[in-house]
């Protein structure tokens, strides 16, 4: 009986021993199971309101909203230049003169021709009175029988040519009151006076030099620019993809290279309605930009033009509402359940933060405003979403154990 006993204390003594080891066994297993799971550092942030505004940023150059550019239109040698660059003038001021020496003298002969034609024509006309008084009184005759036939055509056809003869001389006489048109015309036009008021802004000829008239292959010699300065715009070219947000009276903030510490307001006053053209060596894969000119309101009297200058339109504003950074948004390809449902094979969100685990959360976007982009719907005020870094957003899917780390300060 004793020998019996002992043999049931030993095997208790055993069973509690391997009871023991097992219990060990099973919770080292399971730490090391849990070990073995993936877990990915991220950056969390709670979603918010805020104030967002859409900026779209361009840049360009201070030019005048009236340019006007004087060139020849009649070539002679400039005999007299009235103004330098730089100097205030008033429309109608007087600019320059060409060398009107030709054009005067052929005003005067086409004046001479005009009288000679007109000294003519009063022979003629009293021939041609003479030639009329014939042939009324041949016909007389004619018609009481006294003379031939022949008598009368022979009178009735020196009329017509003194007839002719007149109305040749009239056409002459017209002729050269035309030319003594155009002739005057160009005489005019070899004094310049100021088509506007403004500043001479570019004054690119000197006494002496000779003006040329342009052709369809070669410009004619720009003489001078006359610029208002009174009302400056900012000449801007958008990108493609930001001008469909950009529209007549938008808000601009202009700042010119030239004045760092300054700040131009302006509004959008015109927006191109077709791409700029570009040299012939870019590409169609290549972005195309657009015009879009900005009125300053009240610019400096210091702005020049041609000064580079970068403009922020304010392309949209919104105020309390829901936003998120941008750099949360994920594109993934859709579950492929999920692929025959819509046309697109993608779907953009983010990823909520629930139980230390990722949840995929498609989102409906509103307007970008800097880092931050408007939510429209799919996320609520409080909820927290993973915001970074850019390679754990990459490697998340759901249900994925996240551990969260301070951001870094930029």
């Known amino acids: 009986m004793a020998e019996n006993r002992g043999f049931f204390r ?70 007299k230049i009235g103004v330098k660059e730089g100097d205030v003038v008033k429309a109608g001021d007087f600019l320059l003169k060409l060398d009107a020496t030709q054009y005067e003298a052929l005003a005067e002969g086409n004046r001479a021709a005009i009288r000679s034609y007109k000294a003519q024509l009063i022979q003629e006309e009293a021939r041609q009175q003479r030639d009329k008084n014939v042939y009324d009184r041949q016909k007389r005759l004619y018609d009481e029988q006294l003379i031939s036939k022949d008598q009368l055509e022979m009178a009735k056809a020196q009329f017509d040519v003194s007839n002719a003869q007149v109305r040749a001389i009239k056409s002459q006489i017209q002729q050269a009151e035309a030319s003594l048109k155009s002739t005057l015309d160009n005489l005019n036009k070899t004094t310049y006076g100021s088509p506007i008021d403004g500043m001479i802004t570019s004054l690119r000829v000197e006494e002496g030099e000779v003006a040329i008239i342009g052709t369809m292959n070669n410009p004619g010699t720009v003489l001078m620019t006359i610029a208002d300065l009174s009302v400056m715009e900012v000449e801007v070219e958008v990108d493609e993809t930001d001008v469909v947000g950009v529209q007549l009276g938008q808000t601009a903030n202009v700042r ?38 900005i009125t300053l309101e009240n610019p400096s009297q210091k702005l020049k033009p041609g000064l580079s200058a970068s ?19 994920v594109v993934r390809e859709k579950p492929a359940a999920d692929k025959d449902k819509k046309d697109a094979k993608e779907e953009e969100g983010v990823y909520l933060v629930e139980n230390s685990r990722v949840k995929f959360q498609m989102v409906a976007k509103g307007i970008t405003g800097g880092m931050n982009i408007e939510v429209v719907s799919g996320l609520k005020e409080g909820q927290e979403i993973v915001t970074g870094p850019y390679n754990a957003l990459r490697e998340l899917k759901d249900g994925i154990l996240i551990k969260s780390e301070e951001k870094k300060a930029k």
């Open 10 to 79: 030993r095997k208790k003594r055993t069973l509690i021993v391997l009871g023991v080891v097992l219990v060990i066994a099973l919770i080292i297993l399971f730490n090391l199971r849990t070990r073995r799971e993936k877990t990915v550092k991220v950056t969390i942030e709670k979603v918010k309101t805020s104030d967002l505004v859409s900026i779209v940023s361009a840049s360009g150059e201070i030019k005048p909203k009236k340019n006007v550019n004087i060139s020849a239109h009649v070539p002679g040698r400039i005999i």
């Open 311 to 329: 403009a922020d339109i304010v392309a949209a504003e919104k105020k309390g509402v829901l936003s998120v950074p941008i750099a949360s948004l």
């Open 256 to 293: 010119v290279d030239a004045f760092p510490d300054i700040v131009f307001k302006g509004k959008v006053t015109e927006i191109g309605s077709s791409a700029l053209q570009k040299t012939a060596a870019t590409t169609t894969q290549e972005s195309k930009d657009f015009k879009v000119i």
